[in-house]
């Protein structure tokens, strides 16, 4: 081997602490990179496999009542390769040993063969077999949920008739990887479920002889999915068609694609972070070590190497070092992007896996870093190049100090000397300490980053199912109903208050802007589901116009005052210009809000709804829920108290996960910083501190001067951390916006001071690593050679 | 004109500081060095010893342990009543805090702080100070307070070093090689500084260095060879440290 590259080994074993130090920093950086990148890329993949596969459509519509007739009209619109016609209904189920009413989600496939788009997965068992019209495949989830296997059975009132169905089969569908019963937040699959019931069957318990209600579309390569909408919305609409969806704006997989897209937000703003700083960590050392090389430098020069010769081989050892990190990247990131998927495959139930990272995510990862660690170290290189010889082999000039406004002023009078060298130490530096400063403040940011999700949650719960809702629970109703059944209601065993609320779908227009959503109509002044601004304001419901939420206004670009046109999707569909009349801020979805006499007078229809919010006395849940369970036409039973405990479960699984992964790296990042800046202070000072134990000081006394200067930074890095940690928050809230949900940030005290403990942790043990070094000072072999 | 050891009991009785059969061995890889090889050392109240030696001969090693910065293999070193060798590391912390001042060849002074700072720095953890700019007029820096070692020139910088090992008013003054880096017209200079120390405190002082002109300025000159003293001899008057050249 070259005498050259020898010697480049020999630093980097000599540099070992610090070689780590930056290395970790780097491999985080890297870690996430390929981590949140791989596994992006392996869901996507994942996701796109199993919808080729399982023939998932592109394009879903839903009507009252069509006749199959329709379906050879529909397979000629241009584009369509395949129509599927079912029947969709909700049916209430009565499970043994499960207390609480249940909704089933009955979905119809065809009694032979398999159905042409959206095929089953079967976990066990088969499909239904003709002639069983009580035979029911089951969603795996609810199955596991509820210990049903093939062989079971269950009651499900089904169009007022009392059924017992058989589990034949137990299945999974891309339809539903994420299956959210209406008015829900989050799955729940003890009281949420997908049963698929032969199609005879269905139609036989429904009146949908000859009929469907329900269609999807496959579609034909490069076709653009909103041709063939406009054209079947207008062959659907006199059968009751809502209007038609593509299959981005499928709940499902809109839940799915929302999960991908927030690692891609990940796979930016992290690595960046971890990247700059270790830029800055490979600046710091490398001037150390071409200060301390400085006379080899010289050396080498007189010896003949070329500038260029000299500037390589720095250059080498940065490659060396940020190599070390993009291999600890590498592995780290490859093995979290695994674990990350298998998390996430295991939450989607994914009946398959394809987690095949491309080179090219490591090739990002590796070529990041490297450009991050040259960049930082280019400085230094370009210095140690053009050294000139005969300079390089005289000793640095002593370095160059002054005093400081404060001390010079009277309460620096009073400064003890070792005080004295700290403050000079980061003055007569202050970029650098700037940027250890800043760097810790970056470990405390990502922390306070990671932690603030908690903050938020809890106030999206607070908000959503404290404040805004009163009631115990909400009943959804399949159809549009008089509001006497209200009294049916209110005489139900153990309900205290019955609360009207109607929800009619209909499209917003606002010049060339639109917005397909549904006008909810609510009492004036409701005691249950409240019209509640996130600010803490209730609001009163005027005798018309539209109450908007904030999201639902910006998205049209409307205020209060302006008018939208509202063009209803059901019944008589009335078209009618209406100002929206207030403003409230929510951070669940783009509801607008209405009298709900004001949306009857809309509708042309007397006194209805489509769902009652109850509230109800606990003790007396029980008769209530069999009460509920022999109610026909129930779409949707919302318990509040179960919607929030499994918001906060599915919450608390998915952010935990990131928590930790983010706890850990915020640790690297303050270790790494405190590590190098205090390893080279004490390289750059040693004899300093030698000298300082030759005339008597003891060993906390020199470790004073040392730690107490990175002690000073951290100070500073701390609060500057918190700042940047809230910024970094809205920065990441914001970029999970979306019109579904919105992150509040919300950054309690407690998490500020939860990221600091945890950094100064981090710190302290690598202060107490160097210390150690520091007890070992060799005060001899320092005071010998030369300055 | 010289006469050899022992010194004059009638004017020099109180011992201040003794070695006794002082080894020391370092272990480099698979050889034993034998720095020190059994030295008997007495050090009395107020006089200027000269260390002379070439380089390698132990003197700095012998230097180290009687200043508390290093042990010695065997032998003990007693300061006065205290047994050096037989405490811990705090307790030669103490003793050079307490008791030793220290210089060497290159000046260790803190970059960061003035002249007068870096004195302070030992004032203010010493028991019975000078102030920091008596110390400094004494080694006739008293117009150079406030200016930084960058600010020095190099003899200006070791005379910085020299009030700073004498502003705590030490029992003892140990200078490695205080003028090998230096100039003949500089190092002159600094050793007026120690002399007067010596003198006007009454500092017990030892000098090491490879000039033999220097141990004309001693009470005793020590020479020193193979780990060993290989003899001592006293100098019945003192040359002013002006009045040296080389």
Known sequence: MRALNLKLLRNLWKLRGQVLAIAVVIASGVAVLVMSLSAQQALQDTAAAY??????????????????????????????RSVEAR??????????????????????????????????????????????????VLSEPFAEAHDLQPGDQFQALMNGNQRTLTVVGIALSPEFIYAIGPGALTPDD????????????????????????????????????????ERLDRLLERYGSQGAIARKDQISNWFLMNEIEQLKNMSTILPTIFLAVAAFLSNMVLSRLIATDRSEIGLMKAFGYSNWQVGWHYTKLVMAMASVGILLGWLLGAWLGRVNTELYAEFFRFPLLIFRPDAGVFAIGAIVSLIAALAGSLGSVRHAATLPPAEAMLPPAPPMFRKTALSKSRAGHWLDQPTRIILRQIFRSPIRALLTSLGIALSVAVMVMALQWIDSIEKIVQV?????????????????????????????????????????????????????????GVLPNPHLQRVYDAGGEVLQVPPDGLIFS????????????????????????????IPVV???????????????????????????????????????????YQRLKSLPKVSAVVLKDAAVKEFNDTMAETIMIYITFFAAFACALGFGVVYNSTRIALSERGRELATLRVLGFHRGEISYILLGEAALLILVGLPLGCFVGHGLGWVMTSAMDSELYRIPLVIKAATDATAVLVTLGATAISAAVVRRRLDHLDLIAVLKTRE | MKVLSPPNPATQQTITLRGRS??????????????????????????????????????????????????????????????????????????????????????????????RENVALVTEIAIDPMAPAEALSLVGLGERLDHFPAQLSGGEQQRVAIARAIAKRPDILLCDEPTGALDSHTGILVLEAIERVNRELGTTTAVITHNTVIGNMADRVLHFGDGQVINSVSNTSRQPARELSW
Do not use: C
């Open chain 1, 464 to 520: 959503y199912f404290h404040d805004a809702q009163r009631q115990s629970m909400t009943v959804g109703l399949v159809e549009t109903q008089s509001d006497t059944v209200l009294n049916e209601f209110r005489r139900m065993p153990g309900v205290l208050a019955a609360e009207p609320m109607r929800a009619v779908s209909a499209d917003f227009l606002v010049g060339h802007r639109s917005h397909r959503g549904a006008i909810e």
């Open chain 1, 190 to 229: 003890m009281r949420y479920g997908i049963i698929w019931l032969g199609q005879e069957a269905m139609a036989a318990a429904y009146d949908l002889d000859g009929a469907f209600n329900d269609l999807s579309l496959g579609l034909l390569h490069d076709t653009n999915p909103e041709q063939v909408i």
């Open chain 1, 51 to 80: 919808y080729e596969r399982q023939r998932f459509a592109e394009v879903f519509s839903n009507v009252k009542r069509a006749p199959l007739r329709l379906v050879e009209r529909i397979s000629t619109i241009p584009g369509v």
């Open chain 1, 87 to 136: 029947i969709k209904q909700f049916a209430t189920l009565s499970i043994e040993g499960f207390e609480e009413p249940v909704i089933g989600h009955l979905v119809s496939i065809p009694e032979q063969g398999e159905p042409r788009l959206n095929r089953l997965v079967m976990r066990s068992g088969r499909l239904v077999a003709p002639g069983h019209p009580d035979e029911a």
């Open chain 1, 582 to 624: 207030d403003l409230f801020e929510t951070y669940m979805g783009t509801p607008a809000y209405m009298h709900i006499q004001a949306l009857n007078r809309l509708m042309d229809q007397r006194p209805s709804l489509e769902a009652v919010n109850l509230l109800v006395d606990k003790h007396q849940l029980s008769s209530l």
């Open chain 2, 22 to 115: 002082l080894t020391k061995t370092y272990h480099t890889g698979a050889v034993d060095v034998h720095a020190l090889r059994g030295v008997d050392i007495s050090l009395y109240e107020g006089e200027l010893v000269v260390l002379l030696g070439p380089s390698g001969s132990g003197k700095s090693t012998l230097l180290n342990i009687l200043g508390g910065l290093d042990t010695p293999s065997s032998g003990e070193v007693s300061f006065r009543d205290l047994d050096v060798t037989s405490g811990d590391e705090s307790l030669l912390t103490r003793y050079r805090r307490d008791h030793v001042g220290f210089v060497f060849q290159f000046y260790n002074l803190i970059p960061s702080l003035t002249a």
């Open chain 1, 550 to 577: 904030t999201r639902l206004a910006s998205k049209l670009g409307v205020g209060i005052g302006d008018t939208v046109r509202v063009e209803v999707l059901q019944d008589r569909r009335p078209k009618r210009e």
